[in-house]
C-alpha cells in the first residue's frame, strides 16, 4: 500500500458518517486519520453522495428513465416546489421513470418491479428460484483440490461477466501463482452501467449465490480477506447481502468479509477505480500493467470480480465445467440479460448466451411500439439498427458488428425516439462521470456534449464535422474504458441513422 498504515482508508467511510465533506467534517476526518485536509477535501468531493448540499429526490437521467418520463417527473416536482436533482443512471431501469428520496429509498414516482424467468432448477443461477442454505457446491469445492478446481472453471468457458469478458480461469491462476501470501477476493457490485441491473437482482433474489461463490474463490486462491464492494445507491441490496452474510457466516471458515459502500462515481466500477477508493482515495483508474493480481488492493494480489461472474461458481463446481459451457448458445454459458426501454416486461432474463434481441425481447413480453434501434450492452455499446435484431447476442458477434455486448444491459427504442438526443443522453452521462483523470475524456466527453447540444439547437451538422477527430483523441489518449468509448453513442448512432443527423428546420433547444 502506498501509505505507511490504512488510516487513509478510514476518510470516506468517516466522512459518509459525518454526513458529507464540508469545511468542519474535513477538519475533523483529518485529525482522525492524519490524512492532509486537502485530500480529505479532494476525495469527498469526487463523490455525488458526499460532496455538496442535500440533493432531495434524485430523479434518474438514464436512457431508459428517459425513455419513460424522468424529465416529465422532474417538471413535475418543480411546479410542486420540491427539492430534486437529476442524477445519471440509478440502476434502476426496470422499474423506469426511478427516483430516490434523500435517504436512498425508491419513492412513489417509480415504475414496477421489474420481471425474471419462472423457477427453473436447470438454470446456473435461476433468479426466480428459492435461495438455499445447503452450500453443497462449497463442500464439494473443498474436496476437490484446487487443480482440479481450476480445470473446471477452464473448461466452463465462464468469462467476466462485468463487461470485459476476460477468461476467469486465467485470473485465477495468476492469484495461485502468486509468492506473496497476503492476497484479496473483491466483489464489484458497483454496478453503474446505463440499462444494467442484473447484479442487482442477484443480491436481492439470490444472495446465497454470491455468498457461497465468493467462499469458493476465497477458498481457491487463498485469499485473507473478502470485500464487497456495493454501490452506494443500492440500499436494499445491502441490507439483504448483510442478512445472507449473518445467516451463512460459518461457512467462510474465519477468512472475514466485509462490505464497504461506494458513494457514487460510475467510474468506480472500472476495478482499479475501485480499488482506489478502497483506499479512501477518488475513484481515478490506474495505469495498467501491473494488473490487480499483482499489485491491487494494499499493492497486493487481488481477484476482482462482479457479482454474476461469482453466482455462476456454484453451478460450475456442482454440475462440472462442461456442464456449464452446453447451457450457452454460440459461448459458454447462460447470462443475465437485463432488458429495458420500449418493451412489455423489463426485467432480468437468463437466456443460453448468443440468444438474439427478438429471442431475449419475447421472453419480456414483446416490443411497445415498433422497434427502431437496441443499445446492446449498456451506454458503452452505442447503438444498433433493429435490422441487427438476429445477430447473436454474444461478446464476438457484437464485436463483428462494431458494438459491444459489456454487461448485457440491452435498451430497446421505438420510432417515437430522436436518435440525435437518444445520443444527447448518453452523451450527458459520460460528461457527469468521468473522473477528470484523463485531458482526452475530461475536454472529449464536454465537447461531443456541447456538439449535440449546438447542433439540437441550430439543426446545423457541420457542427459535429470534428466528433471523429475528438473520438479518436479519446480513444487513444484515455487511462481507461469510459474515455475511450464516450463517444460511441454519438458515432454509432450516426453511422447507422444518418438522417437524424443532417440539415434540421425545427430547430429546438433539448
Not at 136 to 163: C, H, K, P
Not at 326 to 347: C, D, I, M, P
Request: contains cysteine; proline residues 5%; glycine residues 12%.
Amino acid at each position: 500500500m502506498r501509505n505507511d498504515d490504512t488510516a487513509h482508508e478510514r476518510v470516506l467511510e468517516l466522512l459518509s458518517e459525518e454526513g458529507g465533506a464540508d469545511e468542519s467534517s474535513v477538519s475533523r476526518v483529518a485529525a482522525a486519520t492524519g490524512v492532509a485536509e486537502a485530500r480529505v477535501w479532494g476525495a469527498g468531493h469526487f463523490y455525488s453522495l458526499l460532496g455538496g448540499e442535500p440533493a432531495g429526490v434524485r430523479i434518474c437521467q438514464g436512457l431508459s428513465c428517459r425513455l419513460a418520463g424522468s424529465a416529465e417527473v422532474s417538471d413535475e416536482l418543480t411546479d410542486l416546489g420540491e427539492a430534486h436533482t437529476s442524477v445519471s443512471c440509478l440502476g434502476q431501469c426496470d422499474r423506469a421513470p426511478v427516483s430516490l428520496s434523500e435517504d436512498l429509498s425508491l419513492v412513489s414516482h417509480s415504475g414496477r418491479e421489474g420481471s425474471v424467468l419462472p423457477d427453473d432448477s436447470e438454470l446456473p443461477i435461476n433468479l426466480g428460484g428459492v435461495p438455499e442454505a445447503s452450500f453443497t457446491a462449497l463442500a464439494r469445492a473443498r474436496t476437490m483440490g484446487r487443480e482440479t478446481l481450476l480445470n473446471e472453471l477452464e473448461a466452463s468457458g465462464l468469462q467476466g461477466r462485468g463487461g470485459a469478458a476476460f477468461p476467469a480461469h486465467v485470473k485465477w491462476r495468476a492469484m495461485c501463482a502468486q509468492e506473496e501470501a497476503e492476497r484479496y477476493l473483491v466483489c464489484n457490485a458497483d454496478e453503474g452501467e446505463p440499462g444494467t441491473f442484473k447484479d442487482r437482482d442477484v443480491m436481492l433474489r439470490r444472495p446465497d449465490l454470491l455468498v457461497q461463490g465468493i467462499a469458493i474463490a476465497a477458498l481457491t486462491v487463498q485469499a485473507r480477506e473478502t470485500i464487497i464492494y456495493i454501490r452506494g445507491e443500492f440500499k436494499a441490496e445491502r441490507d439483504n447481502l448483510e442478512k445472507a452474510l449473518s445467516t451463512h457466516g460459518e461457512h467462510f471458515e474465519g477468512t472475514p468479509v466485509r462490505i464497504v459502500a461506494g458513494h457514487g462515481a460510475y467510474i468506480c466500477g472500472e476495478e482499479t477505480a475501485l480499488l482506489e477508493s478502497m483506499e479512501g482515495r477518488r475513484g481515478m483508474p490506474r495505469l495498467k500493467p501491473p494488473f490487480p493480481t499483482d499489485a491491487g488492493y494494499r499493492d497486493k494480489p487481488t481477484l476482482v470480480h462482479n457479482v454474476e461472474t461469482l453466482a455462476c461458481l456454484p453451478s460450475i463446481v456442482e454440475h462440472g465445467g462442461e456442464w456449464f459451457r452446453s447451457q450457452g448458445r454460440t459461448e459458454a454459458g447462460t447470462k443475465l440479460y437485463s432488458v429495458s426501454g420500449h418493451v412489455n416486461h423489463a426485467g432480468v432474463y437468463e437466456l443460453p448466451l448468443g440468444v438474439t434481441l427478438d429471442e431475449l425481447v419475447n421472453a419480456a413480453g414483446g416490443y411497445r411500439g415498433t422497434p427502431f434501434a437496441f443499445s446492446p450492452g449498456g451506454a458503452s455499446s452505442g447503438f444498433l439498427p433493429i435490422s441487427h435484431r438476429d445477430v447473436p447476442l454474444d461478446y464476438g458477434s457484437m464485436a463483428r458488428v462494431g458494438s459491444m455486448l459489456g454487461s448485457a444491459g440491452v435498451v430497446v427504442l421505438n420510432d417515437t425516439v430522436d436518435m440525435a438526443e437518444a445520443a444527447l443522453w448518453q452523451a450527458e452521462f459520460f460528461e457527469e462521470e468521468s473522473c477528470g483523470q484523463c485531458a482526452p475524456c475530461r475536454i472529449g466527453t464536454l465537447y461531443v456534449r456541447q456538439s449535440l447540444e449546438r447542433y439540437l439547437k441550430s439543426g446545423d451538422p457541420e457542427l459535429l464535422d470534428l466528433i471523429d477527430d475528438v473520438a479518436w483523441e479519446m480513444d487513444e489518449g484515455s487511462i481507461c474504458g469510459l474515455g475511450m468509448v464516450a463517444a460511441e453513442p454519438l458515432q454509432s448512432a450516426r453511422r447507422h441513422f444518418p438522417d437524424a443527423f443532417g440539415k434540421r428546420t425545427d430547430r429546438r433547444h433539448p
